[in-house]
T-cell receptor
């Protein structure tokens, strides 16, 4: 079946360190979306990746979509306390059934 | 302000008492979706709608109903709530094309 795994589940980093979360699928994706949910908040859309090998940047955030469109990553450079939250990758297999999974919870040690 | 509005924000109810959680968006979005969020299980899709009168099941539709009579509204109906439906519920909408979802602030439901 169509499965996506996001790793790690939890990540604790010192403020100023980098952070990366990975999303891996067993099948080819149409596109992939990334969301961030702050503690006590609702998910907020960050970006969508559509093309094979695509790389997009938003300030300190870098998003990549694999060449085979089966994996993706989100990298944060020099984390800040405002980066705290859970990051979800949401793969699209070509329909509107979008499942978020458990995400990667990032905590920052000041 | 462009937004997705859910009501109520908090609700405590008893087993078996029918309830409706309303969701409204003012962005003329075609797609709308309901999710529930539970510790350790992430966000799971309950139902989604691609336009008026077009709805389909997500991953966990059992015990829920939805309707999409108007483009802006997508209510979630629990005909006979049970304690295992205690959860945090999110409604979301998006426009057609390569766009992400805009989420509401959530409804925390407790069924006792």
């Amino acid at each position: 079946g169509q499965q996506v795994m996001q790793i790690p589940q939890y990540q604790h980093v010192q403020e100023g360190e980098d952070f990366t979360t990975y999303c891996n699928s067993s099948t080819t994706l149409s596109n992939i979306q990334w969301y961030k949910q702050r503690p006590g908040g609702h998910p907020v859309f960050l970006i969508q990746l559509v093309k094979s090998g695509e790389v997009k940047k938003q300030k300190r955030l870098t998003f990549q979509f694999g060449e085979a469109k089966k994996n993706s990553s989100l990298h944060i450079t020099a984390t800040q306390t405002t980066d705290v939250g859970t990051y979800f990758c949401t793969p699209n297999f070509g329909n509107e059934k979008l499942t978020f999974g458990t995400g990667t919870r990032l905590t920052i040690i000041p | 302000e462009a937004q997705v509005t859910q009501n109520p924000r908090y609700l405590i109810t008893v087993t078996g008492k029918k309830l409706t959680v309303t969701c409204s968006q003012n962005m003329n979005h075609e797609y709308m979706s309901w999710y529930r969020q539970d510790p350790g299980l992430g966000l799971r899709q309950i139902y989604y709608s691609m336009n008026v009168e077009v709805t389909d099941k997500g991953d966990v539709p059992e015990g829920y109903k939805v309707s999409r009579k108007e483009k802006r509204n997508f209510p979630l109906i629990l005909e006979s709530p049970s304690p295992n439906q205690t959860s945090l519920y999110f409604c979301a909408s998006r426009r057609d094309g390569n766009y992400g979802y805009t989420f509401g602030s959530g409804t925390r439901l407790t069924v006792v």
